[in-house]
Structure formats: C-alpha cells, structure tokens
C-alpha cells in the first residue's frame, strides 16, 4: 500500500520510494527505506502529515502516492492531551 492509503495512527515502515526524484526529495526531509513512522494526519484531497520521533512532516500527495509503505504490528497509536501515548488499540475500533 502507498502512504496515501494509510489511515490516521497507524504505525508504518517505508519500503520503497519508486520514483528516483521523489526519492531524492524524501530524503532530503529524513524519510527514506526502513524508516518507521506514524500517520499523524491525512488531509482529504491533501498532504499526509507524518510523525518520526518528534518531528511531523507533511508529505505532498504526489510524494506519498509514491512511497509504498507497510504496517507494523496491525496496532494504532492514539493521540491524548496534544502528545503521543504509548498505548496501543487494536485496528477494530
């Protein structure tokens, strides 16, 4: 699945990036193969906002139908109070 697809928390590893210039452009922001990251945010019809670490970055829709992207673990993150928990919640919900 590409990162455009992804959902709002849920927990990612970048696999390719499959356009050589948009990989350029990915790593340039510090997103590159083997990076794991969260979907912070996803626009409608807009950027996908990505969380690593403490950094968010919005990734441009073209970008992110170029970044083939896999799930980790089939859990969410949630966001409380403005900040990241470590608690996790099944993709049921």
């Known amino acids: 699945m590409t990162l455009a697809q992804a959902e709002k928390g849920e927990r990612l590893i970048i696999r390719s990036i499959d356009d050589s210039q948009m990989r ?3 790593i340039r922001f510090g997103v590159m ?4 990251v969260i979907c912070a945010e996803k626009l409608p019809s807009g950027p996908v906002v990505i969380r690593r ?4 970055l919005a990734v441009g829709r073209g970008l992110a139908q170029n970044i083939t992207v ?3 673990g ?3 993150y ?5 900040r990241w928990c470590g608690r996790l919640f099944s993709l049921s919900r």
Not at 33 to 36: C, D, H, L, R, V
Not at 78 to 82: D, I, S, Y
């Open 33 to 36: 193969e083997g990076a794991e």
């Open 74 to 76: 089939g859990a969410r």
């Open 78 to 82: 949630r966001r409380r109070r403005g």
């Open 70 to 72: 896999e799930r980790v």
């Open 24 to 26: 350029m452009k990915a």
């Open 53 to 56: 670490g403490r950094q968010e």
